[in-house]
């Protein structure tokens, strides 16, 4: 289990500069600056078949990025990057099991940033992807999705798609990824990215589905899960994502008043007696970071926040 290494709020989600830019959005400026930022995706062409049992080198730099080279056609300029960050989410403690940590190495975040952010993809921090809101930071993303203990076969769900990062991530852990986006043109713009990617050979996206919806009702068809991810800010455990949990199932999930969320790991337990109990633990031992808000759909728009509902 990691430890706490931060009061601040500084992984998380929300700036003056994002903030200002969700402004925008609902001025009705948030489709120019969302468009037009967005890379030419799949930079690279991956020559080999995924395999689920290879996994990259992790005690030297060189032999990684020449191992991602020819496995996954990428460019090296960002594998070292990559490389880079992974030592720091090690010295963090963002990420401590073997599969987690080849999920990490497999996943090119470069492919998920906006143009402008393309030379800060591997930067601690969270990164404005348009709309208002951002790509998590990948210590945050690390320690979230290694908290969840995500098997083969699990099946899990995101709750805030975004960027397309998380569930990119999580489908290197698991074949059944689905993750839902309340931003229409955003949900799109990222369903499209995987479409391409998965035109380029990264085959293990096709385990992602993805739908635009409020995530806040999970998704009842699809449901019951093994483990739920939420990437967005709530005040309260949405009911209907608890319903929707395996018994015994995890979720991973920032709980509090905006901008200052603890990240609770809550597992659904179920006794003999066939009861269900719930408890609680906080991934960051009592540090707090701050997500972009979980928003409501109301009449097909979106208006407010979830909190306190
Ligand atoms: C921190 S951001 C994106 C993080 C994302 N997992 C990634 O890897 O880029 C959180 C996302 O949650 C979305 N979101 C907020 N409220 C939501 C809701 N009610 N249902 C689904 N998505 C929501 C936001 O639009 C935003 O894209």
């Given at each position: 289990?990691?430890?706490?290494?931060?009061?601040?709020?500084i992984?998380?989600?929300?700036?003056?500069?994002?903030?200002?830019?969700?402004?925008?959005?609902?001025?009705g400026?948030?489709?120019?600056?969302?468009?037009?930022?967005f890379?030419?995706?799949a930079?690279?062409?991956?020559?080999?078949?995924?395999?689920?049992?290879?996994?990259?080198?992790?005690?030297?730099?060189?032999?990684?990025?020449?191992?991602?080279?020819?496995?996954?056609?990428e460019?090296?300029?960002?594998?070292?990057?990559?490389?880079?960050?992974?030592?720091?989410?090690?010295?963090?403690?963002?990420?401590?099991?073997?599969?987690?940590?080849?999920?990490?190495?497999?996943?090119?975040?470069?492919?998920?940033v906006?143009?402008?952010?393309?030379e800060?993809?591997y930067?601690?921090?969270?990164?404005d992807?348009?709309?208002?809101v951002?790509?998590?930071?990948?210590h945050?993303?690390a320690?979230?999705?290694?908290?969840?203990?995500?098997?083969?076969?699990?099946?899990?769900?995101?709750?805030?798609?975004?960027?397309?990062?998380?569930?990119?991530?999580?489908a290197?852990?698991?074949?059944?990824?689905?993750?839902?986006?309340?931003?229409?043109?955003?949900?799109?713009?990222?369903?499209?990215?995987?479409?391409?990617?998965?035109?380029?050979?990264?085959?293990?996206?096709?385990?992602?589905?993805?739908?635009?919806?409020?995530?806040?009702?999970?998704?009842?068809?699809?449901?019951?899960?093994?483990?739920?991810?939420?990437?967005?800010?709530?005040?309260?455990?949405p009911?209907?994502?608890?319903?929707?949990?395996?018994?015994?199932g995890?979720?991973?999930i920032?709980v509090?008043?905006?901008?200052?969320?603890?990240?609770?790991?809550?597992?659904?337990?179920?006794?003999?007696d066939?009861?269900?109990?719930?408890?609680?633990?906080?991934?960051?031992?009592?540090?707090t970071?701050?997500f972009?808000?979980f928003?409501?759909?109301q009449?097909?728009?979106?208006?407010?926040?979830h909190?306190?509902?």
């Amino acid at each position: 289990m990691p430890r706490a290494k931060h009061k601040a709020t500084i992984f998380g989600v929300d700036t003056p500069a994002t903030l200002l830019s969700r402004r925008l959005f609902l001025l009705g400026a948030g489709a120019t600056l969302a468009s037009g930022l967005f890379p030419p995706p799949a930079m690279a062409n991956v020559p080999l078949a995924y395999d689920w049992n290879a996994a990259p080198l992790t005690d030297n730099r060189a032999g990684f990025i020449e191992w991602m080279q020819k496995q996954r056609g990428e460019n090296p300029k960002y594998l070292g990057q990559r490389w880079d960050r992974f030592q720091a989410l090690l010295s963090h403690h963002d990420v401590w099991d073997k599969r987690d940590m080849r999920a990490y190495l497999l996943t090119p975040r470069e492919e998920f940033v906006t143009k402008a952010n393309l030379e800060r993809a591997y930067e601690w921090h969270y990164l404005d992807i348009g709309y208002g809101v951002t790509i998590t930071g990948p210590h945050s993303v690390a320690r979230m999705t290694n908290s969840l203990e995500l098997q083969l076969g699990s099946k899990v769900l995101e709750i805030g798609t975004g960027s397309g990062y998380q569930s990119a991530y999580l489908a290197n852990l698991t074949d059944k990824v689905f993750s839902i986006e309340i931003i229409k043109p955003l949900a799109e713009r990222t369903r499209k990215l995987y479409d391409t990617l998965i035109e380029q050979g990264y085959s293990e996206y096709k385990g992602i589905t993805t739908k635009n919806a409020d995530g806040y009702y999970g998704w009842k068809e699809e449901a019951p899960f093994d483990k739920i991810i939420v990437t967005c800010g709530i005040d309260h455990i949405p009911p209907p994502l608890l319903e929707q949990l395996k018994p015994n199932g995890m979720m991973v999930i920032p709980v509090g008043p905006p901008g200052i969320q603890h990240v609770l790991k809550v597992v659904k337990q179920q006794s003999a007696d066939g009861s269900f109990t719930v408890t609680r633990a906080d991934i960051y031992n009592g540090g707090t970071l701050s997500f972009v808000p979980f928003t409501m759909l109301q009449g097909g728009a979106i208006s407010g926040t979830h909190n306190g509902h």
